[in-house]
């Protein structure tokens, strides 16, 4: 299973922004969807985003779409999740996880490649 590392996250105030890293081996944002999930203290893992091989994009919910954009970097086999007006209730551990060429879902089940996360705390 490809690597996939997290980094960027942090503690900021509301209304700020955040950029996050995930750095995968090369070619994996190639061929793979790529996607971003968090999970809040004491709550079930949810789905942010995702990006296709080609470059479609998939995000969870207006709030999200109208803050968050995911894109990536072949080249540097890199995805990133860039946060704007972060609200305390963004507050999560951010996850990166591949899924197979093709796959659309947005279930937590149908990505089998996880990395280890990162913490992102907005205050108010």
């Known amino acids: 299973q490809a690597q996939l590392v997290e980094s960027g996250g942090g503690l900021v105030q509301a209304g700020n922004s955040l950029r996050l890293s995930c750095a995968a081996p090369?070619?994996?944002?190639?061929?793979?969807?790529m996607a971003w999930f968090r999970q809040g203290l004491g709550k079930e893992r949810e789905f942010v985003a995702a990006?296709?091989?080609?470059?479609?994009?998939?995000y969870n919910g207006d709030s999200v779409k109208n803050r968050f954009t995911i894109s990536k970097d072949d080249r540097k086999s890199t995805v990133y999740l860039q946060m704007n007006s972060l609200q305390p209730e963004d507050t999560a551990v951010y996850y990166c996880?591949?899924?197979?060429?093709?796959?659309?879902?947005?279930?937590?089940?149908?990505?089998?490649?996880w990395g280890l996360g990162t913490q992102v705390t907005v205050s108010s």
């Open positions: 990006i296709s091989r080609i470059g479609s994009v998939t």
């Open positions: 996880a591949a899924a197979q060429p093709g796959n659309t879902s947005t279930a937590v089940s149908s990505y089998d490649n």
């Open positions: 090369a070619k994996t944002t190639m061929w793979y969807t």
